[in-house]
Each structure stands twice: as C-alpha cells, then as structure tokens.
C-alpha cells in the first residue's frame, strides 16, 4: 500500500433482471422454505435435517459474533498476552499481575480466548499458546496489523454511511496518508511515518508467499515499485544474493527505505529513488519490476495510470510482477475478498480486484501473456507475472 489518493470509481449502469431461470425459481422456493418457522419445525424434528440445521445457525450466529471474537482477539494482543506465553506456560495469577487485571477477569478472558483456540489450559489455571496464538506470538507483523484494527472497526460503526458516502472523513483515510487526494509526492516524513512502520512490519508473511511463488534467482536487477521502507526488497535480496536492488516510492518514503536497506546491510547493492509513480519516469534498468499490495490501492483510473507509466518506462521483456489478495472462488480468496472490499471502501481508495480485472488493465496497459500464479496462501497474496 502506498503512493496517492484514488479517484472514486463511476456507478455501474443498472442492469434489468435476469429472466427467472430454473436455479433462479428453485433459489426462490427453497429461501421461502427456510425462512418459514414451520419448515424448520419439522427439520429439527429430522436427525439428518437437525444436523444440517444446527450447522447453518452455527454459522449464522458466528456472523453475529464476529465482532465479539475480534474484540476478544484484540484484547489479547493490547494485554501482550501471546507474548507473556512466547516462552512457555504461565498461571492465570503471573498474567494477571502483568497485565494489571484482577485474576477472575482476566480468566474470563483466557476462558474467551481457549474457545477461539489462541490459548490452552493444560492445567489448573496453567497456560499455554494455542496454534493461532503461537503464529501471532512470533510474528510482530501481524499483531501489529491486530492493533491496526481498532481504527478500521470504528470506520465500520457507520457501514451504511460509508456505503451511502456520507461517512465524511474516516480514520483509515487519515491513517494511509496518501489516500486523502492532494499531492501525495509533497507528503513528509511525519505523514507516512505510521504506514509506513506498518506495512514493515506486515511485510514478511507476504514476502514469504510471494518468494515462495515466483523464481527470482532468474532476474539481475529487481524494482519494487511503491516499495515502502524496503522490507520485501531486504527478504528478496536475503534470498538471492546476486540480486541488485532498486526502490521507488514517494520522496518522504524513499528516504526511510535507504536508511533501512542500509541498515540490513544492502546499501552497496540497492538504488532508491523518490517521486510519484503515476508520473514520474521509472527506472529503467532492472529486468524485474513488483508491484506488492499497490493496484488494489487504487481506483481503475487511477491503477491505468500507474500501469501505463510503467509500460512507457520499462524496456521491452521487463517482466512485471503484480502480488496482492485477490477476489476468487477459494475460501482464502473469498474472505479476503469481503475484508478487503470494506477496507478499501474505509479508506476511500482502491478495490479487491479478480485476476481477471487485473489481467485486462495489464493487458490494456500493452502489458504482454499476463498469467496466474497461485501462492501458497491465497488469503495473502495471488500473483499475476506479466511481460513489458
């Protein structure tokens, strides 16, 4: 995520309805079937039916707790309690003095916290991690992106406002600073400070999946466009040391990225450059060029504009990487996608795109055999490897 504000999208022509299909008549019957209380009467009274009943309420009630679970997830991570637990088991009583709780509420919380599958009591009032609190307890990224949340749930309190555009001037769009419209290249240090810090640290899980995709060992020279402090650059310049480095990001960001890559060691082999990537010229002389987390930033226009900067300053047979979650038909893809879409519309900037949209703007752009390649983890990151 980085570089510029998004213009909103054009509403989508009302299309008249489909004629009433077979699954469209049979949709219809059974939805009336479920919702009347006497159909469901008579399937609880059914073992096959009542299992398949149950399930469905399950789920629906787990929508209606979602909120509760995030809460609980929160509360977790602000308390440090995966960390608390990094090093092995502790007494309800240890926890509690450290996190300045009385103990019964903060057993109340772990009791919480066990049904989510975060923490364990393997013994009286003795606890441990869980799978899920384990992750979180060794990745700093993704407790920062927890913490994150609390700006994107008081965004969400007015979801009807943001979808009627009434909402005014939400905290994500504060937060990702260059989202706000304006001359995001004049943006300064103490702008894009908080973003910045927050896509380093949510970086490496991604890196990891899309490292893990695609073969860069091919490439001699490797841009990352919109390249934030340089954390995927370090990992990839980690993971092949022959590979020569370059960034380009906003002015202010640039900055920050230099001191980083230097600080990793990687001063000799990388090049920053600062300027605004819709339209300043692109450095040329790399045969690789990654575009991580940025189209789904931005609105179609917008994500042209970028694309057609890149096709105008690349050389022909630079190869094009674009890397960020998709909208698709796996469960990964499909809860990124309904995260995502409100984010973005939080933010007031940028979609959840399909691969198919993102192979027609690539294509659109001249951007040439733009082809899928699937990650290890969808719910992160899919890519689309095109060539200039």
Same mark, same amino acid.
């Given at each position: 995520?980085?570089?510029?504000?998004?213009?909103?999208?054009?509403?989508?022509?009302?299309?008249?309805?489909?004629?009433?299909?077979?699954?469209?008549?049979?949709?219809?019957?059974?939805?009336?079937?479920?919702?009347?209380?006497?159909?469901?009467?008579?399937?609880?009274?059914?073992?096959?039916?009542? @299992?398949?009943?149950?399930?469905?309420?399950?789920?629906?009630?787990? $929508?209606?707790?979602?909120?509760?679970?995030?809460?609980?997830?929160?509360?977790? %991570?602000?308390? !440090?309690?995966?960390?608390?637990?990094?090093?092995?088991?502790?007494?309800?009583?240890?926890?509690?003095?450290?996190?300045?709780?009385?103990?019964?509420?903060?057993?109340?919380?772990?009791?919480?916290?066990?049904?989510?599958?975060?923490?364990?009591?393997?013994?009286?009032?003795? @606890?441990?991690?869980?799978?899920?609190?384990?992750?979180?307890?060794?990745?700093?990224?993704?407790?920062?992106?927890?913490?994150?949340?609390?700006?994107?749930?008081? !965004?969400?309190?007015?979801?009807?406002?943001?979808?009627?555009?009434?909402?005014?001037?939400?905290?994500?769009?504060?937060? @990702?600073?260059?989202?706000?419209?304006?001359?995001?290249?004049?943006?300064?240090?103490?702008?894009?400070?908080?973003?910045?810090?927050?896509?380093?640290?949510?970086?490496?899980?991604?890196?990891?999946?899309?490292?893990?995709?695609?073969?860069?060992?091919?490439?001699?020279?490797?841009?990352?466009?919109?390249?934030?402090?340089?954390?995927?650059?370090?990992?990839?310049?980690?993971?092949?040391?022959?590979?020569?480095?370059?960034?380009? !990001?906003?002015?202010?960001?640039?900055?920050?990225?230099?001191?980083?890559?230097?600080?990793?060691?990687?001063?000799?082999?990388?090049? %920053?450059?600062?300027?605004?990537?819709?339209?300043?010229?692109?450095?040329?002389?790399?045969?690789?060029?990654?575009?991580?987390?940025?189209?789904? !930033?931005?609105?179609?226009?917008?994500?042209?504009?970028?694309?057609?900067? $890149?096709?105008?300053?690349?050389?022909?047979?630079?190869?094009?990487?674009?890397?960020?979650?998709?909208?698709?038909?796996?469960?990964?893809?499909?809860?990124?996608?309904?995260?995502?879409?409100?984010?973005?519309?939080?933010?007031?900037?940028?979609?959840?795109?399909?691969?198919?949209?993102?192979?027609?703007?690539?294509?659109?752009?001249?951007?040439?055999?733009?082809?899928? %390649?699937?990650?290890?983890?969808?719910?992160?990151?899919?890519?689309? %490897?095109?060539?200039?």
């Amino acid at each position: 995520m980085a570089g510029g504000a998004g213009i909103a999208e054009p509403a989508r022509e009302t299309q008249p309805a489909p004629p009433p299909s077979l699954a469209i008549r049979l949709r219809h019957w059974r939805n009336r079937q479920i919702g009347s209380p006497g159909f469901r009467r008579l399937m609880a009274r059914l073992p096959v039916a009542r @299992w398949i009943a149950n399930r469905k309420a399950n789920h629906l009630f787990r $929508l209606t707790a979602g909120f509760v679970h995030s809460q609980i997830l929160g509360s977790c %991570v602000r308390l !440090d309690l995966f960390g608390l637990l990094a090093d092995g088991g502790q007494t309800t009583g240890a926890l509690a003095q450290a996190c300045g709780l009385d103990p019964a509420r903060l057993r109340l919380l772990l009791e919480q916290a066990e049904r989510l599958a975060l923490v364990r009591e393997m013994a009286p009032d003795f @606890w441990m991690l869980d799978d899920a609190g384990a992750v979180i307890a060794g990745d700093a990224g993704l407790a920062a992106m927890i913490r994150h949340h609390d700006i994107f749930y008081r !965004d969400l309190g007015d979801l009807d406002g943001l979808l009627r555009g009434t909402a005014g001037d939400t905290e994500l769009a504060r937060f @990702w600073a260059y989202a706000r419209g304006g001359d995001a290249a004049g943006l300064d240090t103490a702008a894009v400070a908080p973003y910045s810090s927050l896509m380093r640290l949510s970086q490496a899980m991604i890196a990891d999946c899309v490292l893990g995709a695609h073969d860069f060992s091919r490439y001699r020279c490797l841009l990352d466009i919109g390249g934030g402090d340089g954390a995927f650059l370090a990992e990839a310049g980690g993971a092949h040391p022959a590979l020569e480095l370059r960034l380009f !990001d906003l002015p202010a960001v640039a900055e920050r990225a230099q001191q980083h890559l230097a600080e990793q060691g990687l001063a000799g082999r990388s090049r %920053v450059q600062g300027g605004d990537f819709v339209q300043t010229p692109l450095p040329n002389d790399s045969d690789c060029v990654t575009l991580i987390r940025i189209l789904c !930033d931005h609105d179609d226009d917008r994500a042209r504009r970028i694309l057609g900067n $890149l096709h105008r300053s690349l050389k022909p047979g630079t190869h094009l990487v674009v890397a960020e979650a998709m909208a698709g038909p796996s469960e990964g893809a499909r809860l990124a996608a309904s995260y995502f879409s409100l984010y973005f519309l939080a933010m007031g900037s940028g979609r959840c795109r399909g691969t198919g949209d993102i192979m027609a703007l690539l294509t659109e752009a001249g951007f040439q055999a733009p082809r899928i %390649v699937q990650t290890a983890n969808p719910l992160l990151a899919t890519l689309i %490897v095109a060539r200039r």
